[in-house]
């Protein structure tokens, strides 16, 4: 009986502390939510937005949250499911923006993200004390108009960027691939930077003013600049 006891004390004391642990929920789209950022709006920390295999043409925003945005190689890690599941921003903005000091829980899996443009980072941009996880993405088609045509990040900013492909990227500055500057770190696993282009300088990938890179198994290949 007291051991009974104990553990419904042990299980009450933890929905206080972690109450949002207990409620996780899975949001799929387009099946519950339309969009994937009707769907981001809708979620809490913790929870998980479960994406159909299709061409979403959006331009995302993770609005500070700690949650996973994924297709379904959340479910069987079929990495089918990475050039089947497309983000397009449509050439309006750049297609994912990590804007409000998102952490190591704040993770994009699973997606080809094209047909992004912005001045920095066209793909993806990771901007100050932004640190996501940016896992078994395509990330390809994108342009900046100044650094980091696939994935642009500075300002403190330690994102961790794993099994992933970067290229056909373009930017009019430095880092066709993959740029930074200011005191920042990106942490590359298992990555492949190839056929990007920059007018000026760094074609693959391209760092200034504090900006370092952290690599691991990185094939970086068949880039190209006029500079």
Do not use: W
Not at 140 to 159: C, D, H, K, Q, V
Request: aromatic letters at 6%; glycine letters at 12%.
């Amino acid at each position: 009986m007291k051991t009974c006891k104990s553990i419904m004390i042990l299980l009450v004391t933890l929905s206080l502390m972690v109450p949002h642990l207990l409620q996780a929920v899975v949001i799929n789209v387009p099946e519950d939510i339309e969009t994937i950022q009707g769907a981001i709006q809708a979620s809490e920390d913790g929870d998980v937005v479960l994406v159909a295999p299709g061409e979403y043409d959006e331009n995302l925003d993770f609005l500070g949250k700690a949650i996973t945005v994924t297709s379904h190689i959340h479910l069987d890690d079929n990495r089918d499911f990475i050039e089947n599941t497309i983000i397009d921003g449509g050439r309006r903005d750049c297609v994912v923006a990590f804007n409000n000091e998102e952490g190591r829980n704040s993770v994009l899996r699973g997606f080809t993200i094209q047909n992004g443009i912005q001045d920095c980072g066209g793909g993806i941009d990771c901007q100050r004390l932004s640190s996501p996880e940016l896992n078994d993405l395509l990330v390809t088609g994108n342009e900046a108009r100044g650094y980091g045509g696939g994935i642009y990040f500075s300002f403190r900013t330690t994102p961790l960027i794993q099994r992933t492909t970067i290229s056909n990227n373009r930017s009019s500055f430095g880092g066709g691939g993959v740029a930074t500057c200011f005191p920042s770190s990106g942490q590359l696993s298992h990555v492949i930077i190839s056929n990007n282009f920059a007018t000026s300088r760094g074609g693959g990938i391209y760092s200034e003013s504090g900006g370092s890179f952290e690599m691991d198994h990185v094939l970086i290949a068949d880039n190209s600049t006029n500079g």
